[in-house]
């Protein structure tokens, strides 16, 4: 049996008037919000994209699909709670995560800590084991015009004995 699994997440949402702007599970003063079904938080989505591949377990869109009115602005915190879960009933325990959010504005650096704080209680983990890095897109692309964010994460789980 393998011990160790590894796993790679991604998620990107148009950011857009009218919405609040929710990241890592925090909610960021700003004059746009990020587009979709739920919060659209794409922190949360791409770790939880991470945690549900390393274990095998499929992705975001399969277990909480767009959809599914039950998901209709729904936090993301409850998908990444309910993908640990999935992973812990699978044999594995979280052992660390990896995020860089990419966006131009707002900056992420004030809200950092209590993300990482956000990730760290959802999954069980001490804050050490959670990283989360800001960087912008240097003005290019949807990205870096304003019009998007991105956030790419890994995942590292491990069979528990």
């Known amino acids: 049996m393998i011990e160790f699994r590894t796993g790679v997440g991604y998620d990107l949402h148009r950011l857009v008037e009218g919405r609040r702007l929710v990241l890592g599970g925090v909610e960021i003063p700003h004059d746009r919000g990020l587009l979709g079904h739920s919060d659209a ?9 991470a945690l549900l591949g390393a274990a095998g377990l499929g992705d975001i869109g399969e277990l909480f699909p767009p959809s599914d009115p039950r998901w209709k602005d729904a936090s993301s915190l409850t998908f990444l709670t309910q993908a640990r879960e999935l992973v812990e009933q699978s044999g594995y325990s979280v052992v660390n995560v990896d995020v860089v959010i990419v966006i131009e504005q707002p900056r992420i650096l004030p809200y950092r800590q209590q993300i990482r704080g956000n990730l760290a209680a959802a999954l069980g983990l001490a804050p050490q ?33």
């Open 129 to 161: 084991a959670v990283s989360v890095k800001a960087k912008t897109a240097e003005g290019l692309g949807p990205v870096g015009e304003g019009a998007a964010a991105e956030a790419h994460a890994v995942a590292t789980i491990r069979r528990r004995p």
């Open 41 to 49: 938080d794409v922190i949360l989505h791409a770790v939880t994209d």
